[in-house]
């Protein structure tokens, strides 16, 4: 009996505070814009408010109109390892006056699990597969909120079991392409992911590049490329994998982001250098040099705004401004800032990705 009379007591109060003002005199439509005009940094804050504050302030609805009107925020979440083969998570603020990255402690902690995918789709990060020292290819998703700072429950579980793999997201979809699995043929399948319904379908195509390394969506496609520099392209508006213009491929020698529409590779073949890829041309063109000294390699790639922001080893991170690094290249080599890392642990930085809220 008291377990009910609890339960009413809480829906009450509930109830009751749904009908109380946001701010008191406001109407709650400009009592909203108000909210969204409060820099990310101090939305933590802001949940703690009250239950109305909270479910406001971690509503899709929200991050939708301050992305419409603007007023996002975007920021960087790197997916790391540690020594023991531990997956977690690390977070950037790049607007801070302090910029440091900064471990996620609401993210669970993964023990053991490597080859996993990691993609970003709204106010939510998905990690998904992977596999274990001793363990075969999953089908397991994982789903942190960003604005809500917690992980959520996902339901269903990828239609392949696979690790190893690409993961863009495209209209609202997630993408699981290629990789190893229990089934040979993974390598040749991918599952389209769907949050909203909460389905998944697995698809085929001999078109898909084995061995996968690295994707970047651009224009509507996502690309693709695998071992021995074999490339693919998936058209979202076909549904059909196409081969990569070789032009094109023959200049993507490392990890790729998207700037403006605009194409940029980081080559660590011979040294570190950053090239773009000149649409109206047809060619690859040389941006600058980046020198070795100011991080560690391999490198992850995100773009915020104009800037390019270049994850190595532990989290080291340097940022390239794209439409000023012509300007103040010295000798080829391009001037940029840095962010060094504040612990002395070993990580590895799996992937990047960016949320604007």
Request: glycine share 8%; aromatic share 10%.
């Amino acid at each position: 009996m008291a377990c009910i009379v609890l339960e009413e007591t809480e829906r009450a109060d509930q109830s009751n505070e749904t009908q109380i003002a946001l701010i008191s005199g406001v109407p709650d439509d400009i009592s909203e814009s108000f909210l969204a005009r409060v820099p990310r940094e101090y939305h933590m804050a802001m949940r703690c408010v009250s239950r109305r504050w909270r479910d406001v302030v971690c509503s899709d609805e929200f991050c939708d109109y301050r992305i419409k009107f603007n007023l996002a925020e975007s920021w960087i979440y790197a997916l790391c390892r540690d020594l023991s083969g531990g997956v977690f998570l690390h977070m950037l603020n790049p607007f801070s006056s302090r910029r440091s990255w900064k471990r996620v402690h609401e993210y669970q902690y993964i023990p053991k699990r490597e080859g996993m995918g990691f993609t970003a789709l709204g106010k939510r990060l998905f990690m998904l597969g992977g596999c274990g020292w001793l363990e075969d290819a999953t089908d397991e998703v994982y789903c942190y909120d960003a604005a809500m700072n917690t992980c959520c429950d996902v339901v269903p579980p990828l239609s392949t079991k696979r690790c190893y793999f690409a993961c863009e997201t495209v209209d609202g979809k997630i993408m699981a392409i290629g990789g190893l699995g229990l089934d040979p043929n993974a390598k040749r399948t991918w599952d389209i992911y769907d949050p909203l319904t909460r389905t998944c379908k697995s698809c085929s195509d001999a078109n898909i590049v084995p061995e996968i390394e690295d994707s970047f969506l651009m224009d509507g496609k996502i690309y693709v490329r695998g071992g021995g520099s074999s490339t693919a392209v998936y058209n979202a508006s076909s549904g059909v994998w196409e081969h990569m213009e070789d032009v094109m491929a023959s200049g993507w020698k490392g990890p790729a982001v998207v700037v403006a529409d605009e194409l940029y590779v980081f080559d660590q073949t011979f040294g570190t250098k950053l090239t773009m890829w000149c649409k109206h041309k047809r060619m690859w063109i040389s941006i600058g040099k980046l020198s070795q000294l100011v991080m560690k390699q391999p490198c992850r790639l995100v773009s915020i705004g104009n800037s390019i922001f270049v994850i190595g080893k532990d989290c080291s991170t340097v940022v390239i401004d794209v439409e000023n690094v012509r300007k103040t290249s010295m000798n080829g080599v391009m001037v940029c800032s840095s962010i060094p890392k504040t612990w002395d642990d070993d990580i590895d930085v799996i992937s990047c990705k960016s949320v604007a809220i």
